[in-house]
């Protein structure tokens, strides 16, 4: 488990988080496809293409943040400024 402390809140990031997040947007993306459906379209969509459909947002967006928290501490690292002499030379 990771803990990020921004402006003095700890948000815990582990499975279940990114889980309840993925079904949260694909319920949103499932909602507003529907209603897209029943009020734009002329002919309607059969709900086995709207449930496939949300079920892969569903999965690109739970697959997308496991693996940015898995890079999170490989962006995180400060590349330290080498040690090299770059002025004009003494002599």
Same mark, same amino acid.
């Given at each position: 488990?990771?803990?990020k402390?921004?402006?003095?809140?700890?948000?815990?990031?582990?499975?279940? #988080?990114? /889980?309840? !997040?993925? %079904?949260l947007?694909?319920?949103?993306? @499932? =909602? +507003?496809?529907? *209603?897209?459906?029943? $009020?734009?379209?002329?002919?309607?969509?059969?709900l086995?293409?709207?449930?496939? #459909?949300? /079920?892969? !947002?569903? %999965?690109?967006?739970?697959?997308?943040? @496991? =693996? +940015?928290?898995? *890079?999170?501490?490989? $962006?995180?690292?400060?590349?330290?400024?080498?040690?090299?002499?770059?002025?004009?030379?003494?002599?």
């Amino acid at each position: 488990m990771r803990f990020k402390k921004r402006r003095n809140v700890t948000i815990e990031c582990n499975m279940e #988080n990114i /889980l309840f !997040v993925a %079904a949260l947007i694909a319920g949103i993306h @499932f =909602i +507003l496809t529907f *209603l897209e459906m029943r $009020m734009m379209e002329e002919e309607p969509k059969p709900l086995k293409i709207l449930i496939k #459909n949300t /079920l892969i !947002v569903f %999965a690109s967006v739970s697959s997308g943040l @496991f =693996i +940015l928290e898995q *890079l999170k501490p490989v $962006m995180e690292e400060q590349i330290s400024v080498p040690m090299v002499f770059t002025g004009d030379p003494a002599f």
